[in-house]
T-cell receptor, first 111, second 120 residues
């Protein structure tokens, strides 16, 4: 199984600030690095993902940065908004097409 | 498409009772996953199917848990007998096989809204 460890467990950011969540992985055979977003009462949904052959991917206010040598990838949320308040999960592949998820980071963006 | 549909959304039962959770995956998806979410353990993969065949059930906690997928549009997760420690949110997710060999695993799982189980 591919294990991922994310930090911090929780995060409070003021509106307009930058939210940063980190994820460390164990196995260099990873070929895909996704972040999922989950709102209360809903299932997780894919937010953004990156392949290991690029170091950064940006989609709107969301950016994934990938550091192969450190075996880490991080999620940056620029100009954080109260609507971004959710739980964020990084994930890594396991045998087949299933995913192992990190424990999650609860983000609260205050007005 | 309506997305992954799970039922019931909420279930409250007493210890020892049988619980059946149901899932309808997105049409055309050939993978179906059952996850369990708790505060302590996060999102755990219980079992997944490919083309209705169970591929990996190593996450099923005990023999009290069983899952079936009789056809491409329906799956059940059954707990018999249920225990208080089974209280959790159970998610079903589906996905389709990534493209031709050599393409990376897209890994996009489409989750339902979950079934919240409370065992008293």
């Amino acid at each position: 199984q591919q294990q991922v460890k994310q930090s911090p467990q929780s995060l409070i950011v003021q509106k307009g600030g930058i939210s940063i969540i980190n994820c460390a992985y164990e196995n260099t055979a990873f070929d895909y690095f996704p972040w999922y977003q989950q709102f209360p009462g809903k299932g997780p949904a894919l937010l953004i993902a990156i392949r290991p052959d690029v170091s950064e991917k940006k989609e709107g206010r969301f950016t994934i940065s990938f550091n192969k040598s450190a075996k880490q990838f991080s999620l940056h949320i620029m100009d954080s908004q109260p609507g971004d308040s959710a739980t964020y999960f990084c994930a890594g592949p396991r045998a087949g097409y299933a995913l192992n998820f990190g424990k999650g980071t609860s983000l609260l963006v205050t007005p | 498409d309506a997305g992954v549909i799970q039922s019931p959304r909420h279930e409250v039962t007493e210890m020892g009772q049988e619980v059946t959770l149901r899932c309808k995956p997105i049409s055309g998806h050939d993978y179906l996953f059952w996850y369990r979410q708790t505060m302590m353990r996060g999102l755990e993969l219980l079992i997944y199917f490919n083309n209705n065949v169970p591929i990996d059930d190593s996450g099923m906690p005990e023999d009290r848990f069983s899952a079936k997928m009789p056809n491409a549009s329906f799956s059940t997760l059954k707990i018999q007998p249920s225990e208080p420690r089974d209280s959790a949110v159970y998610f079903c997710a589906s996905s389709s096989t990534p493209g031709l060999a050599g393409e990376y695993n897209t890994g996009e799982l489409f989750f339902g809204e979950g079934s919240r189980l409370t065992v008293l």
